[in-house]
């Protein structure tokens, strides 16, 4: 009687110490993303083109380059030495760099070195990364019950949106909290209150290495190494045996390729579409995003579950389906929501609000021009024109710079939240069973490694890549604003096929071998 | 099914040469439109990173008219082979 509630406790402090250390990384990795543009201003000055270089490699790179080399060279270690210490490491060596950004001092202070540390360091991070996912995935699926896999690994899939909610609520948190006056806060924030949440994260790390450390090595691995079964070169046995190979690349274009840009597309593209494409406001797109993701982040274990029963394949392509047939009218219904020909204007409330600010010596000024418009349904736009008021009157500026920003009525925020929710329930579909999936697919002793690098291919690159192609498609195209869509749709389209053809529903009971 | 699955390993295995060439020849035609740093480093990102996937969707292809996914392994004996 005791012994399968003692199980099940034990799993859960497994699922718990494993998961609690992954949302961490994916915390840290989300924290220099969604705080780019202030640590860009702080490291990387536009005014001087090298430091702007390295802004960009710091977001390409770091982003999902260097995640594939950090999935080879964790992977490896971890079906050399174990897979206890090496996604320790990982966690320490995220924990750190994550940190150590918080410290750089910024350009102003010491000059090039800045920004060449901090693209340092975000290399370390999407190395770290790289070897986290593969580690905590294979640690709790060899601990799981066979018929329970999918459920239990479901929990590790829930970090990465976890994360992502974590690190928005932070630094939504912190940008409100440096002053009482909210404009002065905001300041602050960028000034130096960024600084905040990523300094924070040492507290979590140093909490979670602990944690860890108290952690028993998988017992899989375990009898392999007492039985000197491990692999002694597991890049060689995962990339040059034919048999392994052709199940790595199964893995990569039947699966993780597809899921990735659904998972991009419902948790990142879809708030850079809300706020670029669709112009609504700076906060109520990032909070859009973030009830959506509370609402949808029990699906992740709902979904993992229901794969123990019904298999991991087909949940997973009928998510991929649902994201290729729905995402035109979903994107389109975003765009129609906020836009403001659909409304009817209150034109006597109009507002207009103009500053002029004189440069020195030459009689010109800045002149900002902000008018808000009201509509009947109780959203707010605001137009802002920023152009240069000539002293000479013959003269004017070509080509003002116009910002527009929406404030959605009560009823538009919560019609978005439903219709992000529901790209996420696709993310779910797609990405609550895929561990297991992965897992069942590869041997113990090159596990790490082989499941590692198809994870980070498809999640990194074709996930990773989605906003900047999606886009980068908007601005060649520009008549279309959906045709970004059209880069997650055709390989979601070409992975679903894939998949249907070559892949096969079912669940491995064994996977100590 | 089989038939199919080899059949297919064609599309596969001219899906890689072509997405490349359109890869490129975009590359080119927004390089020159705007010369600037950032667009050189963002296409040669995407055309390097993606060269090596286009070569991965070939062997896919090959492995697929070769029969290698006629029958996929049943147990990790059958993966560490050598």
């Known amino acids: ?513 | 099914m089989n038939t199919t699955k080899r059949i297919a390993g064609i599309l596969w295995m001219i899906a890689g040469p072509t997405a490349i060439y359109y890869l490129i020849k975009t590359a080119l035609s927004e390089i020159s439109k705007k010369p600037v740093i950032d667009t050189k480093i963002q296409w040669a990102v995407f055309v390097i990173v993606f060269i090596p996937i286009a070569i991965g969707i070939v062997i896919f292809g090959y492995y697929a008219i070769t029969g290698e996914y006629d029958r996929l392994p049943e147990s990790s004996a059958e993966i560490t082979d050598q």
Request: one cysteine or more; a positive charge; glycine letters at 8%.
């Open chain 1, 1 to 513: 009687m005791n012994q399968p509630t003692n199980e099940v406790q034990g799993i859960r402090r497994i699922i718990a110490a494993s998961s609690v250390g992954t949302l961490i990384e994916w915390y840290d990795f989300y924290i220099f993303g969604s705080l780019a543009t202030v640590i860009a201003t702080q490291f990387f000055p536009k005014t001087n083109p090298t430091a702007a270089l390295l802004s960009t490699f710091a977001t390409f790179a770091a982003g999902f380059i260097v995640r594939p080399f950090g999935a080879l060279v964790f992977g490896r270690l971890g079906d050399l030495i174990g897979r206890k210490y090496t996604f320790l490491l990982t966690l320490i060596i995220m924990g750190s760099s994550t940190f150590a950004i918080g410290l750089v001092p910024g350009y102003e202070t010491i000059g090039f070195a800045a920004p060449i540390l901090v693209l340092v360091l975000r290399l370390l991070q999407g190395l770290a990364l790289g070897g986290e996912y593969g580690g905590a995935a294979t640690y709790v699926a060899e601990h799981a019950p066979p018929k329970r896999r999918g459920f239990f690994t479901s929990w590790i899939q829930t970090t990465a949106t976890l994360g992502l909610f974590l690190s928005l609520g932070i630094i939504l948190i912190t940008r409100h909290s440096l002053d009482i006056d909210r404009a002065k806060s905001i300041a602050k924030f960028n000034d130096w209150g960024w600084r905040i949440p990523f300094l924070v994260s040492i507290f979590l790390v140093v909490i979670s290495v602990y944690i860890r450390l108290k952690m028993k090595e998988s017992p899989m691995y375990a009898k392999l190494k007492i039985e000197g079964k491990t692999s002694s070169n597991p890049l060689k046995e995962s990339f040059t045996h034919r048999s392994n190979l052709k199940m790595v690349l199964l893995a990569l274009f039947g699966a993780t390729m597809g899921q990735g840009v659904v998972w991009y597309t419902g948790q990142f593209y879809a708030q850079s579409f809300i706020e670029n494409i669709c112009k609504v406001d700076f906060e109520q797109s990032r909070t859009i995003l973030i009830w959506a993701i509370l609402f949808a982040t029990p699906f992740f274990v709902f979904f993992g579950g229901w794969s123990d029963r019904v298999g991991r394949e087909w949940i997973m392509m009928i998510g991929m389906l649902l994201a290729i047939i729905t995402y035109r009218p979903l994107f389109g219904q975003l765009l129609s929501i906020a836009d403001a020909n659909n409304k009817i204007e209150l034109p006597e409330q109009k507002q207009i609000n103009t500053t002029i600010n004189p440069f020195a010596h030459t009689g010109n000024s800045l002149r900002i021009v902000s008018t808000k418009h009201f509509f009947s349904d109780g959203m707010v736009m605001t137009e802002t024109k920023t152009d240069t008021a000539y002293a000479d009157l013959s003269k004017t500026t070509i080509k003002p710079d116009i910002k527009l920003s929406k404030l959605i009525s009560k009823n538009d925020y919560w019609m978005m939240v439903a219709i992000v929710f529901l790209m996420i329930i696709y993310v779910t579909m797609v990405y609550g069973p895929i561990a297991a999936f992965l897992v069942e697919m590869f041997p113990t002793k090159i596990r790490y490694t082989s499941m590692s690098l198809p994870y980070h291919i498809g999640n990194g690159i074709f996930g990773g890549l989605t906003p900047f192609i999606a886009l980068l498609l908007t601005t060649i195209y520009s008549t279309d604003k959906l045709v970004g869509l059209f880069y997650p749709m055709i390989v979601a389209g070409v992975c679903l096929l894939i998949g249907v053809l070559y892949l096969r529903n079912k669940i491995d009971s064994d996977v100590n071998d």
